[in-house]
Every structure is written in C-alpha cells, then in structure tokens.
Nanobody
Framework: QVQLVESGGGSVQAGGSLRLSCAVS????????LGWFRQAPGKEREGVAK???????FYVDSVKGRFTISKDNAQNILYLQMNSLKPEDTAMYYC????????????????????WGQGTQVTVSS
C-alpha cells in the first residue's frame, strides 16, 4: 500500500524559508514522477515542481529560483525547500506520486498522479 505523509508546513514571514518533507512508503516503481502541488482557498490545485527517477526537475515559473525539489532515495523522502517565501505562496501543499515516468519541461496535471499525501499548510505573512 502506497502512503505519502507530508510534514514541515507552518507560518513564516515574507522572505523566510521552510522545508517540506514527504515520506513515501510502499512505492516500488523503478520509473516514476513525484510532484508537489498547492491549493489556496478558492483557487484550483496548482503544480509547483516535479522530479523523476533520473532526478530531472522542473518548476512552475512563479517559484523558479526560490524552491528546490529533491529526493533522498535512501530514506524515500521527497523534499521541497522553499526560500524567499512570499504571501502568495500561502496554500495547502501536497506531495503526489505516479508510477509513470515524467520527462520534459512541463508539469503534469494533478489527474496524472495516483497517490497523494494529506497536505501540509504553509502560511506566509507580509
């Protein structure tokens, strides 16, 4: 059974940093795509970043240069390092996993991911 459990959310002031973690268990695909999404109140879920089994990454324009997605393969933990946070980054953040590999310079839609975490709240105050 695949499980994704996020942690690391919280409240910070603008300009601050947070690191989100997503512990992945039961996920044994050799080729895969892992992603971070976020959803603010009243808005649609938005893809933030992705990483594949070859460690290739891609980001939505609004977070490029500020966020970094990475994966610790030994511990099966997905990370999202978020620096220079802005109030518009405020949202519930979700990690997601797909057993289908992802390539290319675009973010896959949320419907492509079969497995989801429960979400962790990030609040950035001005």
């Amino acid at each position: 059974q695949v499980q994704l459990v996020e942690s690391g959310g919280g409240s910070v002031q603008a300009g601050g940093s947070l690191r989100l973690s997503c512990a992945v268990s039961g996920f044994t695909y050799r080729g895969y795509c892992l992603g971070w999404f976020r959803q603010a109140p009243g808005k649609e879920r938005e893809g933030v970043a992705k990483i594949n089994h070859e460690r290739a990454t891609f980001y939505v324009d609004s977070v490029k240069g500020r966020f970094t997605i990475s994966k610790d393969n030994a511990q099966n933990i997905l990370y999202l390092q978020m620096n220079s946070l802005k109030p518009e980054d405020t949202a519930m953040y979700y990690c997601a996993a797909s057993g289908a590999a992802c390539f290319g310079t675009y973010l896959r839609p949320s419907t492509d991911y079969a497995y989801w975490g429960q979400g962790t709240q990030v609040t950035v105050s001005s």
